[in-house]
């Protein structure tokens, strides 16, 4: 029987960080766990980084790889030229990696090099469609991990069709979904975040009250990245906003197209629309928590409005979390759907769905341990 086992944890961009607290904290209980946090900096700004960490209570990473933007190719390179250096100097018996950004990939392909035990967490998604980098970040995470950690049986299905070893699959549940319980109440407890919002963002909208706005996201370069799509979505949230008021807390990504494609001024005249930077998590949740809608193209995000049960608009062809669709409060739509979604919303007919406990009770991370400690001690 070993004494401890070291495991370099890996987080990179933001919709990693809701899911590295819980575990972390989780595994911190632990002796048997030796922690080794690696933030590779794909994500770096106060807004996209650090205040996750300090609202999810994250401790300092151990290393920052600072990798920074870039594109695919370079920012993937980056990150594992710089955590090989980090593998061979710390010699982990583990590494352990979350979801499907660019991080995810780029360290699991270097410690499966490296001999390295890897485990995925978050293995199993696939939206089939090879066009968004993330599907490509899962599909290799997934073929190369040896433990794959999964949020819902859908996911262990698809694992074991692909011809992985269902000795080594563990559906543990949805770790965002613990930091969701775990925070809930705090985020309930600010001041209203549009009042705050009142106070920072670019429009002077006047606070509409709990239920009486929508919330959007979005970020995809299937949404942002054409011009004349991105003009034409933007003129359709002009249709909406005309009717309830829409919060839009931008990605740095969509600004920056906004201004590349000379669609600024149409942007900032869209009255309706109170546009911030990016928020923090307790800030996002607290208005998620009182929208009447979510319009979206982000992944987790389909989970958490499940759980809420808040109605879902995702704008896109597809989606690698099936079951917020099957089960859940999530809808696919595209830019034609979206006067009509919001409509229905508004008469009260939005979709509403259930969760199921097994995999969303906010207990992840304790099954999660239960397993490493299984598999390593
Ligand atoms: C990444 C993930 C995506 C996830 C999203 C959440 C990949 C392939 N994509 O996309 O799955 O949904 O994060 O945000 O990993 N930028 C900043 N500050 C930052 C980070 C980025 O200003 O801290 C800007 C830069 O201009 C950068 C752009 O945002 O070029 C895109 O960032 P990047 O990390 O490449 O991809 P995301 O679009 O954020």
């Keep these: 029987m070993r004494s401890n086992v070291k495991i370099i944890l890996v987080a990179g961009a933001r919709p990693n960080f809701m899911k590295i607290a819980p575990l972390m904290r989780e595994m911190k209980k632990n002796k048997f766990f030796k922690i080794v946090l690696v933030h590779t900096g794909q994500?770096?700004?106060?807004?996209?980084?650090?205040?996750?960490?300090?609202?999810?209570?994250?401790p300092e990473p151990?290393?920052?790889?600072?990798?920074?933007s870039a594109s695919h190719a370079v920012q993937t390179a980056r990150i594992m030229l710089r955590f090989e250096k980090v593998c061979v100097d710390e010699n982990p018996?583990?590494?352990?990696?979350?979801?499907?950004v660019n991080s995810t990939v780029a360290c699991i392909l270097v410690a499966s090099k490296l001999n390295i035990k890897t485990i995925h967490y978050e293995a199993g998604f696939r939206s089939y469609d090879r066009r968004m980098p993330e599907e490509i970040n899962r599909i290799v995470a997934d073929s190369v991990c040896d433990y794959c950690f999964t949020t819902s049986p859908d996911a262990d299905e698809i694992l074991i069709r692909e011809g992985k070893n269902v000795n080594n699959i563990f559906m543990c549940g949805d770790l965002m979904i613990d930091s969701l319980t775990d925070y809930l109440k705090v985020a309930t407890e600010l001041e209203p975040t549009l009042k705050l919002l009142n106070g920072e963002s670019t429009s002077p909208l006047k606070d509409p009250g709990k239920k009486k706005f929508g919330l959007m996201t979005l970020h995809r370069p299937s949404n942002v990245d054409d011009k004349v799509h991105l003009?034409?979505?933007?003129n359709t949230i002009g249709l909406i906003t005309e009717k309830l008021p829409v919060v839009f807390p931008i990605h740095p990504r969509t600004l920056k197209k906004i201004n590349e494609f000379g669609l600024r001024k149409e942007f900032d005249s869209l009255k309706g629309l109170l546009v911030s930077g990016p928020l923090g998590y307790l800030e996002?949740?607290?208005l998620l928590k009182d929208s009447m809608f979510l319009l979206t193209d982000s992944g987790g995000i389909q989970e958490e409005t499940t759980w809420l049960n808040i109605?879902?608009?995702t704008l896109r062809e597809n989606t690698e979390r099936r079951l917020t669709i099957l089960n859940g409060s999530n809808k696919l739509i595209t830019i034609t759907d979206i006067e009509k979604e919001v409509d229905l919303v508004l008469r009260g007919k939005g979709k509403t769905g259930k969760v199921s406990p097994k995999y969303s009770d906010g207990k992840s991370a304790g099954r999660i341990v239960e397993k490493l400690l299984k598999i390593f001690k």
């Design 43 to 58: 994500h770096y700004d106060e807004e996209m980084s650090e205040k996750f960490f300090r609202q999810l209570n994250i």
């Design 62 to 68: 151990d290393i920052n790889l600072e990798v920074g």
């Design 93 to 100: 018996d583990a590494v352990l990696v979350i979801g499907d």
């Design 231 to 234: 003009q034409n979505l933007l």
């Design 284 to 286: 996002f949740i607290s």
């Design 311 to 313: 109605p879902c608009l």
